[in-house]
């Protein structure tokens, strides 16, 4: 399984930046598809998850009702929407895939790639 994500960029603090991710999986519809990120000199942290129905997604306290997850499988994508950004968003964000159910709480993730930088400017 290949991820590749797309769509960060420079944005204001306010402003709204949509990161996809591309997956080559033929199991696409049945992973649970998640996003973390990392910002300069701290660990990665988990953002956000989708189940592969799309019915649940679970986010990070930090982003939630700014941040939103979604997925359409027919292209094998899964979304970021991310609104109201603030310059603690900045980091690079990574997507990622499991097999696991349980990885919804963000954990347990069997596949990874490479990320996309989001700058915050205030």
């Known amino acids: 399984v290949q991820l590749q994500a797309s769509g960060g960029g420079l944005v204001q603090a306010g402003g709204s930046l949509r990161l996809s991710c591309a997956s080559s999986?033929?199991?696409?519809?049945?992973?649970?598809m998640g996003w973390f990120r990392q910002a300069p000199g701290k660990e990665r942290d988990f953002v956000a998850a989708?189940?592969?129905?799309?019915?649940?997604?679970n986010y990070a306290d930090s982003v939630k009702g700014r941040f939103t997850i979604s997925r359409d499988n027919a292209k094998n994508t899964v979304y970021l929407q991310m609104n109201s950004l603030k310059p603690e968003d900045t980091a690079v964000y990574y997507c990622?895939?499991?097999?696991?159910?349980?990885?919804?709480?963000?954990?347990?993730?069997?596949?990874w790639g490479k990320g996309t930088l989001v700058t915050v400017s205030s």
């Open positions: 990622a895939a499991s097999r696991s159910r349980r990885a919804i709480n963000g954990d347990g993730m069997d596949y």
């Open positions: 999986g033929r199991t696409f519809s049945s992973a649970v």
């Open positions: 989708i189940s592969g129905s799309g019915s649940l997604t």
